[in-house]
T-cell receptor, first 112, second 114 residues
Framework: SQKIEQNSEALNIQEGKTATLTCNYT??????LQWYRQDPGRGPVFLLL?????KEKRKERLKVTFDTTLKQSLFHITASQPADSATYLCALDMPGNTPLVFGKGTRLSVIA | NAGVTQTPKFRVLKTGQSMTLLCAQD?????MYWYRQDPGMGLRLIHY???????AKGEVPDGYNVSRLKKQNFLLGLESAAPSQTSVYFCASSSQTGAGETQYFGPGTRLLVL
């Protein structure tokens, strides 16, 4: 079965630095890979998705890369701010009629 | 638009009691999902529905039942609650799956089973 792993349970970073979160998967490459943000006590909120044939996607201070050879996606937040502190989840969006497969998430803390 | 709403927000049950969690969406989405989220375990899919009147099992379906009698509602039932079902439950919906469509999540229901 498809497995997904976010390599860090928690990541602490200083304000202004670039945060990099990693998402690795096994077996087949997804058609898309999605990233969500979850704040404490709230449901996840969609941030970005990247297609299988895209190498990079940007949205404001966010950048996602997708390497199907390495079976890995990287999620970058540049010029990080304390307001970026949250848990970030990646999800595999496989072809066909199957639900998303979510990673366990990485809890990011941006320290002022 | 309210998006995805969940009722109740918080509930305490005694072992053996039953309850139903209600999820409603106003986006006309075909797909609806129930997840549970536990510390260190991430989001785990319990059951999902690909349309009105259809349901399917997810990763952790045991001890739960679901029904989708109306397109906008997805009910999650616990027939005989156990302490292992203490968790935060999230409902989500999407227009499709496997095609780059995102999921929209509700605010969650915190359930404590004593």
């Amino acid at each position: 079965s498809q497995k997904i792993e976010q390599n860090s349970e928690a990541l602490n970073i200083q304000e202004g630095k670039t945060a990099t979160l990693t998402c690795n998967y096994t077996n087949y490459s997804p058609a898309y890979l999605q990233w969500y943000r979850q704040d404490p006590g709230r449901g996840p909120v969609f941030l970005l998705l990247i297609r299988e044939n895209e190498k990079e996607k940007r949205k404001e201070r966010l950048k996602v890369t997708f390497d199907t050879t390495l079976k890995q996606s990287l999620f970058h937040i540049t010029a990080s701010q304390p307001a970026d502190s949250a848990t970030y989840l990646c999800a595999l969006d496989m072809p066909g009629n199957t639900p998303l497969v979510f990673g366990k998430g990485t809890r990011l803390s941006v320290i002022a | 638009n309210a998006g995805v709403t969940q009722t109740p927000k918080f509930r305490v049950l005694k072992t053996g009691q039953s309850m139903t969690l209600l999820c409603a969406q106003d986006m006309n989405h075909e797909y609806m999902y129930w997840y549970r989220q536990d510390p260190g375990m991430g989001l785990r899919l319990i059951h999902y529905s690909v349309g009105e009147g259809t349901t399917a099992k997810g990763e952790v379906p045991d001890g739960y039942n679901v029904s989708r009698l109306k397109k906008q509602n997805f009910l999650l039932g616990l027939e005989s609650a156990a302490p292992s079902q203490t968790s935060v439950y999230f409902c989500a919906s999407s227009s499709q799956t496997g095609a780059g469509e995102t999921q929209y999540f509700g605010p969650g229901t915190r359930l404590l089973v004593l």
